[in-house]
């Protein structure tokens, strides 16, 4: 991971940026506006969600006929082995809002800000690693992980009505989802529910009741005989296991 250095924000709307350069990596995202972000000799288009990563070293320039944004931050370096690496923040802009706490964190530099700042920018490389393994995976099959997560708790969402709003067949789309995750849509939702179900129970405190309408469930009985059917074992049952190796603890011989 590269040392974090500094992070601003172009707060209004500017046309162009006169070519300049720089001697570390500045890692740069569109906030507003289109344009052609130009890096020696590329030219590279960037709409809002655009992340550019400009080598260090090389003049780049910015122009937009109506105007742009951007948050832009610099490191001591980034495994771009003379690439211009380039990305777009999913639609829930996990990379802008980590971005704007940085920004936050930086510029307020309260009691820790140094540590807390290099761990929020090793969280954005963190993304940035991610999305370039991840290369393959459709930007759709993101786009619909990212609805079934913020949706979780929600009882009155329609899977089918998420998966029909997208701009590709349902089929298609169904098809990418499986490919990239082994399970269908609706597998993939059922399992982050129970997951979420597990939790509750080990935190403990809550009914089946209560647990079931946190994790999507407006009905307890089908929260009940789905979560037995994923976990092979009832809510009590599971509770009971709990309940069962906490009262005993396993014991270490002593030497």
């Not at 089946?208 to 789905?226: H, Q």
């Not at 037995?228 to 011989?253: G, I």
């Amino acid at each position: 991971m590269g040392r974090f250095l500094s992070i601003g924000v172009i707060p209004a709307p500017i046309a162009d940026f006169a070519p300049h350069g720089h001697e570390t990596w500045e890692i740069v995202q569109y906030t507003y506006g289109r344009g052609i972000a130009t890096i020696g000799e590329q030219r590279i288009p960037f709409v809002p969600g655009t992340i550019i990563c400009m080598p260090p070293g090389i003049p780049h320039k910015e122009w937009s006929e109506n105007g742009y944004t951007n948050i832009f931050m610099h490191t001591d370096r980034y495994p771009g082995n003379g690439r211009v690496p380039i990305f777009t923040d999913p639609p829930d802009r996990p990379f802008f809002n980590t971005a704007m706490m940085l920004h936050r964190e930086f510029h307020l530099r309260e009691s820790g800000w140094q540590a807390l700042t290099q761990h929020l920018f090793d969280t954005l490389m963190m993304y940035l690693s991610r999305w370039e393994k991840r290369s393959t995976v459709h930007p759709l099959v993101d786009q619909l992980k990212a609805a079934i997560v913020r949706e979780l708790p929600n009882p009155k969402f329609d899977l089918s009505d998420a998966i029909d709003e997208m701009p590709v067949s349902s089929d298609h789309l169904r098809r990418l989802f499986r490919q990239a995750t082994g399970k269908t849509p609706l597998e993939y939702l059922t399992q982050l529910r129970m997951d979420e179900a597990c939790q509750l129970l080990k935190v403990g405190g809550f009914s089946v009741k209560e647990i079931a309408a946190r994790v999507g469930f407006s009905d307890p009985y089908y929260f009940s005989r789905t979560f037995k059917q994923v976990m092979k074992v009832s809510p009590t049952e599971y509770l009971a296991k709990l309940d069962n190796h906490h009262s005993h603890p396993h014991h270490h011989a002593h030497p």
